[in-house]
């Protein structure tokens, strides 16, 4: 093994995408150094060095990874997370090592600065505007009109996305915006706090574009389709590749490439969210880290065989990277939701489901016995499970993930 040490920050929540990321630095022969709030324990024997800080503090964090890089040989820094985009970026300056620029860190966090970035491009963005209470967002939606939606400009995971439809949702949308966008409900909110985006309603088929930006280059893997719940917008599955027609994956890609671009985006992975309408691609945000959900760890690579979180670490060392698929299958996930709010007592199904030798993975999201509730009480517990699949057509890939949600039931009580 080489001497030479990727410095992570962070590790992702889901433990299973966590325990994949920390795995592709070993295997390209790198120790590896982790910043961050706490050391879960499946990760203890994957870390040779473990710092806590808490990295919200960004002074102090700072400091501590001078520190680090005084002890050892730092490759690359890198984040799998969404809320430390900044923090590596500005790690990554202050090193000297292979990163994203300061300035597009903070476009890539922020849905409004992101967007006012990219006024210029034309056709992509829905309407929008900043809104920071309820005569703001009255004044605003009076110009962009219902539907629309209103969300914080700074969280991730979905939390608070709000569909209006008419006058008598503003009030209640930004009541409960403002009790969710407290640090204490979701420490994301310690970045930018209280402030909102309102944006058009976009129609069409939801994507997401997997891709990365290496020296200036963008390099756009494949588009996966997604379905997401109405009315909260949690998502219910990813299937990859995309099937919607190769002329409109090229107009997608091609605009992907445009925005990421205009955003300052250099040395990262990106996950680009998007619908498609039939005619044009409408633009949600794009986040410079690998997406979740399983994809980037378990996914594209079942699909394709490119190695997506190796990857993450090569372009955050300077490494080439190598993304020519070796295989042309069809992978996806749909996750297992709670019905109502109660205690997750396990799934039913599962051992029945795994005679079909399509599935490749259950993995609970919940631990057994905790509480779980819906949203808007709560974003992150009503998934109390993901079954991935992968066949070698989408028809196949289809049947699987439908059956799944058909045999797999949720035990509450
Ligand atoms: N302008 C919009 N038009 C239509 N749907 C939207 C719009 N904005 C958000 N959504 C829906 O809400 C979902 C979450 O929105 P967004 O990606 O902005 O928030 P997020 O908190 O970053 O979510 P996540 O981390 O899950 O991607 C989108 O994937 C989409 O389904
Ligand atoms: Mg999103």
Redesign the pocket.
């Known amino acids: 093994m080489s001497t030479r040490s990727v410095l992570f920050v962070n590790l992702r929540r889901i433990k299973r995408e966590g325990f994949e990321s920390l795995v592709a630095a070993r295997r390209l022969g790198y120790r590896v150094v982790l910043l961050g709030r706490a050391l879960p324990e499946f990760a203890t024997e994957l870390v040779d060095e473990f710092h806590q800080v808490d990295t919200y503090d960004t002074e102090l964090a700072l400091k501590t990874a001078r520190e680090i890089a005084a002890n050892n040989d730092i490759a690359g820094v890198v984040n799998f997370t969404?809320i430390d985009v900044q923090l590596v970026a500005a790690i990554a300056a202050e090193l000297g090592l292979p990163g994203m620029p300061v300035e597009a860190a903070v476009r890539a966090r922020n849905?409004l600065a992101m967007k006012n970035a990219l006024t210029h491009i034309d056709g992509v963005l829905?309407k929008f505007a900043r809104v920071g209470d309820l005569a703001d967002l009255r004044e605003a939606v009076a110009h962009i009109g219902f539907p629309?939606?209103v969300?914080?400009t700074g969280?991730?995971?979905?939390?608070?996305?709000f569909e209006l439809h008419g006058e008598a949702d503003l009030e209640p949308a930004m009541a409960e915006l403002s009790r969710i966008a407290d640090p204490a409900f979701d420490a994301v909110f310690r970045q930018f706090g209280a402030e909102f985006i309102v944006?058009?309603?976009?129609?069409g088929d939801?994507l997401s574009v997997e891709g990365f930006v290496a020296a200036g280059q963008v390099h756009s893997l494949l588009l996966t389709d997604?379905v997401?719940t109405v009315p909260f917008?949690l998502?219910v599955s990813h299937r990859l590749p995309s099937v919607l027609p190769a002329a409109a994956q090229e107009q997608i890609m091609a605009r992907a490439a445009e925005i990421v671009l205009a955003l300052g985006f250099d040395n990262c992975s990106f996950h680009l969210?998007a619908?498609w309408d039939g005619e044009r691609m409408?633009f949600?945000?794009v986040?410079a880290r690998p997406a979740?959900d399983y994809i980037a760890s378990h996914l594209v690579k079942a699909a394709t065989g490119v190695d997506f979180f190796a990857n993450v670490i090569r372009v955050a060392t300077g490494e080439p990277l190598r993304l020519t698929p070796d295989r042309d299958l069809h992978a996806g996930l749909r996750f297992v939701f709670a019905e109502h709010e109660g205690t997750f007592d396990g799934l039913d199904g599962v051992t029945e489901l795994f005679e079909e030798p399509g599935y490749d993975h259950v993995f609970t999201e919940v631990t057994p016995g905790s509480r779980v509730a819906l949203p808007p009480a709560n974003f992150g517990s009503q998934r109390v499970a993901a079954v991935c699949a992968r066949a070698n057509s989408r028809e196949g890939l289809d049947a699987l993930l439908d059956a799944a949600g058909d045999q797999i039931k949720v035990r509450l009580s």
């Open positions: 969404e849905k829905p629309c939606v969300k914080p969280a991730s995971g979905s939390k608070g996305i944006e058009e309603y976009l129609t939801e997604k997401t917008h998502e969210e619908k409408g949600i945000e986040a979740g």
